[in-house]
């Protein structure tokens, strides 16, 4: 028995099978201001400064709140879409 076409390494990202990479969230919260109330941002990870992170649920459920609205900058709404569905009938 031949162990030659054992591979001895990991394939690098470039060349093996393509990894879906999943976005995270952050929340910004605004505090109230006279004449403005508090509000609750959110964001793709990287616009802005965040300690903690969300997953797609999370986000979800925080953006249905009360004054919470998506990031124009970073097109967080966007991000939080369902991917279209690759299968075929």
């Given at each position: 028995m031949s162990y030659q076409d054992v591979p001895t390494h990991?394939?690098?990202?470039?060349?093996?099978?393509?990894?879906k990479s999943r976005p995270a969230w952050t929340l910004q919260y605004l505090p109230h201001r006279p004449g403005h109330p508090g509000a609750t941002l959110l964001h793709v990870i990287g616009c802005t400064p965040s300690d903690q992170t969300l997953d797609r649920e999370q986000a979800l459920a925080a953006l249905s709140q009360p004054r919470?609205?998506?990031?124009r900058e970073c097109d967080a709404a966007r991000s939080l879409a369902p991917e279209p569905s690759s299968a075929t009938p």
């Open positions: 990991r394939p690098s990202p470039a060349n093996g099978p393509p990894q919470a609205a998506a990031c």
